[in-house]
């Protein structure tokens, strides 16, 4: 089962424009990481976010996570064509039994038009 | 270096047919993990290797999945009398670091294998 829930499934905009992705999740957790993944290909990380830190940026990458509300969101700015792919959140949540497996949800796919 | 490889990148099988994924991790990473993605959705996490001792595998789907790492390095993820709904990219991802802790290290992941069963 997943974990995480991305909003909005499907996001289409312009070049230069900022993207936003929010994604949900249920349980207690270590931290939230992002990963992209572009048609057919694997997944790359992007960028991590601890339980106990609120905003974190990498480049054109901001992420905040609210621990109260469950929820992160993951901001690029001044997109690129290239940015055009699916966009995962994943919970590491270190709970008996579990050995920090990552916990994806089912992703936002990201078009932008050049 | 070279990141996480992993063959065939594309398999197509008959019903009933055996299916062996090939995954080789970045050299000297302790932890291996697989994952199954089905299309349109995120991955789903099927078994844990530490070295070569697998930890955890609550994720596999039933008893004909079975993984294996024997030497701590290669691992092998077996499909024994595939069926369709087996069709899916199979992920696998090795870190640096030990899982299931308070810190957590990055997963590199491989390009997947899809499995296609016919």
């Known amino acids: 089962s997943q974990q995480g829930e991305e909003d909005p499934q499907a996001l289409s905009i312009q070049e230069g424009e900022n993207a936003t992705m929010n994604c949900s999740y249920k349980?207690?957790?270590?931290?939230l990481q992002w990963y992209r993944q572009n048609s057919g290909r694997g997944l790359v990380h992007l960028i991590l976010?601890?339980?106990?830190?609120r905003e974190k940026h990498s480049g054109r990458l901001r992420v905040t996570l609210d621990t109260s509300k469950k929820s992160s969101s993951l901001l690029i700015t001044a997109s690129r064509a290239a940015d055009t792919a699916s966009y995962f959140c994943?919970?590491?949540?270190?709970?008996?039994?579990?050995?920090?497996?990552?916990?994806f949800g089912k992703g936002t796919k990201l078009s932008v038009k050049p | 270096g070279a990141g996480v490889s992993q063959s065939p990148r594309y398999k197509v099988a008959k019903r009933g047919q055996d299916v062996a994924l090939r995954c080789d991790p970045i050299s000297g990473h302790v932890s291996l993990f697989w994952y199954q993605q089905a299309l349109g959705q995120g991955p789903e996490f099927l078994t844990y290797f530490q070295n070569e001792a697998q930890l955890d595998k609550s994720g596999l789907p039933s008893d004909r999945f079975f993984a294996e790492r024997p030497e701590g390095s290669v691992s092998t993820l077996k499909i024994q009398r595939t069926q369709q709904e087996d069709s899916a990219v199979y992920l696998c991802?090795?870190?640096?670091?030990?899982?299931?802790?308070?810190?957590?290290?990055?997963?590199?992941f491989g390009p997947g294998t899809r499995l296609t069963v016919t």
């Open positions: 994943a919970t590491d949540a270190w709970y008996g039994g579990s050995q920090g497996n990552l916990i």
């Open positions: 976010i601890r339980s106990n830190e």
């Open positions: 349980t207690s957790i270590n931290n």
């Open positions: 991802a090795s870190s640096l670091g030990l899982a299931g802790g308070p810190l957590t290290y990055e997963q590199y």
